[in-house]
């Protein structure tokens, strides 16, 4: 094989693929990365990389002076192609051994026997296409509130719900929950289907694919439980994960009893300076009331900080507590200028939404579900 392809290309490329590779895999092997070029004419080669529960694959142009197949160590290549200069890239097949020559720098790389390398997936076909900003948006706004405790997979998965051209994206970790709605174009008006899908995959293919025109979406059929992303010229696909999401929907308060809005720019100003002195897990308290919240951490002999903020409450005064960075997520994935924060009482969740303007929810249709910290006394 001997390819030429410019710098920036290959690094993206090659940053497209190492992101989905595995930090420990089972097998070295699984950590390497598929380079391909075809004498088909195409002027192309296609780079792959696949665990046995996720792929990733991308083809981007070239110069293909002689076809072939090559693997490499995944991670080593990655930080090689950022560390390139600013000039076309060779990459050389010779005596199982690659050489990358870019400029004066040169690499030679061990190879992998590529004979040994999984086959990867087949692409299922096209469920339906949404644009890409709007699909990383609403991935980022949900995945924050998956969990990361591997002994619990089911909740470290974002429920993907299917009805029409509308989707539903909801993630927890039982400490807090986020949805967000939109609508797509089907390719079939009738679909209406559900998976669940690793937050971590997602959320990273989701921000690579925000520039595209249009994203796929690909949900297997049969039972295969396997999920493909593609746009830009790439491709991911992931099994799904198995087990039973927690039935969400009914955690959502229908009523309230108080509802603020307030500046959220303000707001998350005030909560980072006020939880700079609280401990790990200590609660930020919020006390409204009138035409302001108070903002407290701290307590006793400890440090403690104090912070109002002007805000507009309707209902009833109350006093709430939460984690501080769990609430300085849900503010900053509702991207509105104003937020609106509803309550039922103070040991009851909290719905954080966002508002384009007063009295005007915002047409993202997110909602941000936190559980408060139960204060003392």
């Given at each position: 094989m001997k390819v030429r392809l410019e710098r920036d290309v290959m690094a993206d490329a090659v940053a497209w693929v190492a992101r989905t590779l595995p930090s420990r895999p089972s097998q070295p092997i699984l950590a390497a990365i598929l380079i391909e070029s075809s004498d088909t004419g195409t002027d192309e080669v296609v780079l792959s990389g696949f665990d046995k529960e996720t792929s990733a694959q991308v083809h981007v142009a070239a110069d293909v002076s002689e076809p072939g197949r090559v693997l490499v160590s995944g991670r080593l290549l990655a930080e090689i192609a950022r560390a390139l200069p600013a000039q076309p890239v060779e990459l050389i097949l010779h005596d199982r051994q690659l050489a990358v020559r870019c400029g004066r720098a040169s690499f030679t790389l061990p190879t992998f026997n590529v004979e040994d390398y999984p086959r990867l997936p087949d692409m299922p076909d096209s469920s339906g296409t949404i644009p890409g900003a709007i699909f990383a948006e609403a991935v980022a706004q949900v995945a924050l509130a998956a969990g990361r405790d591997d002994t619990l997979p089911v909740l470290t998965g974002v429920r993907l719900e299917v009805a029409g051209d509308s989707i539903t994206l909801a993630a927890t970790d039982r400490y807090r929950l986020?949805?967000?709605?939109?609508?797509?174009?089907?390719?079939?008006?009738?679909?209406?289907?559900q998976a669940l899908i690793p937050a971590r995959v997602l959320a990273d293919t989701a921000k690579a694919l925000a520039g595209a025109d249009e994203v796929h979406l690909a949900l297997a059929q049969g039972g295969e439980g396997l999920l493909g992303i593609s746009g830009h010229g790439r491709r991911t696909t992931t099994r799904l994960l198995d087990g039973e999401f927690p039935k969400y929907r009914s955690l959502l308060p229908t009523e309230s009893v108080s509802t603020?809005?307030?500046?959220?720019?303000?707001?998350?100003?005030?909560?980072?300076?006020?939880?700079?002195?609280?401990?790990?897990?200590?609660?930020?308290?919020?006390?409204?009331n009138g035409g302001e919240v108070n903002l407290s951490a701290g307590t006793g002999d400890e440090a403690r900080a104090d912070e109002a903020v002007e805000c507009t409450l309707d209902?009833?005064?109350?006093?709430?507590?939460?984690?501080?960075?769990?609430?300085?997520?849900?503010?900053?994935?509702?991207?509105?200028?104003?937020?609106?924060?509803?309550f039922t009482a103070s040991s009851r969740p909290a719905v954080v939404t966002g508002m384009t303007e007063p009295g005007a929810l915002s047409q993202t249709q997110y909602r941000y579900l936190l559980m408060p910290i139960r204060l003392a006394g």
């Open positions: 986020a949805v967000r709605e939109f609508n797509w174009s089907p390719q079939h008006p009738g679909i209406d289907t603020a809005t307030l500046s959220t720019a303000d707001l998350v100003e005030a909560v980072k300076r006020v939880a700079l002195v609280a401990e790990r897990n200590s609660p930020l308290r919020l006390s409204f209902g009833e005064s109350i006093d709430i507590a939460f984690n501080p960075q769990y609430l300085i997520d849900g503010l900053g994935a509702i991207d509105s200028p104003i937020t609106h924060m509803s």
